[in-house]
């Protein structure tokens, strides 16, 4: 049977690139995105109903992640980047059809966009499908995976007065939870889990249209230097 597989949505989300991004969704609730609905879906009609749910299921394409070679086995960040997995057994972006799933919470319902927030995914993301989600099906309180038993530890954020400055005053223009969405993002620790920061290094990123710059002092303390815009 032929059948094409189209976008429904695009997201416009905080994270502009993928570094810093949280490895699952909810890990960030202060993460927020407008999830734009495309013709035929935009009249309302497709979302009737939704109001009456808390959070919904996105299935998504990795489009920043698509390969032409499928990958059989993947090194999850998560087992420190240096032991192969099978794909199937991970989460990982590198997968067969480029497509990811996330729950994550439904803040408001318009005719031609939902508004998001606890996401994981990139600006410009397409979505594939929407989904309500079913807590008495989909929360299973017995299930287990020894690879991901918990999630990952956090390490600790601190400020530089003029980092929390700036933070407080592009919160305040751009009317989002930006200190928290650093403070949330950052704690999840993006450096990639082999690396042990030199104190002088700096590293950086962009939500919404600010650059986010930090070092780490010590292995497990991160300090935000500067939070500027464009
Ligand atoms: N919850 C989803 C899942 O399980 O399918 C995504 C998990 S994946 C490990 C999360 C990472 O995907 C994020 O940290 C980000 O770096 C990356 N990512 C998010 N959106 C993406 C996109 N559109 N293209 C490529 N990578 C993306």
Redesign the pocket.
Known sequence: MLHHVRPVGILHSC?KE?FA?????QLAPAARGVLELLPPFDTGEAVAGLEQVSHVWLL??????LEDQPRLRVRPPRLGGNRMMGVFAT???HRPNGI???VVKLDKVEPNRLLLSGI???D??PILDIKPYVPYADALPDATNAMAAAPPPLVEVQWSAQGLAQAQREALRLGEPLVELIEQCLAQDPRPAYQTPEPERRYGTQFWDVQVRWHYPTPELIRVLEVVSD
């Open positions: 994270f993928k991004i949280p490895r699952q969704p998504f394409l990795f489009h920043q992640a989460r990982s972006t990811g799933q996330s994981d995914l990139l410009g993301t």
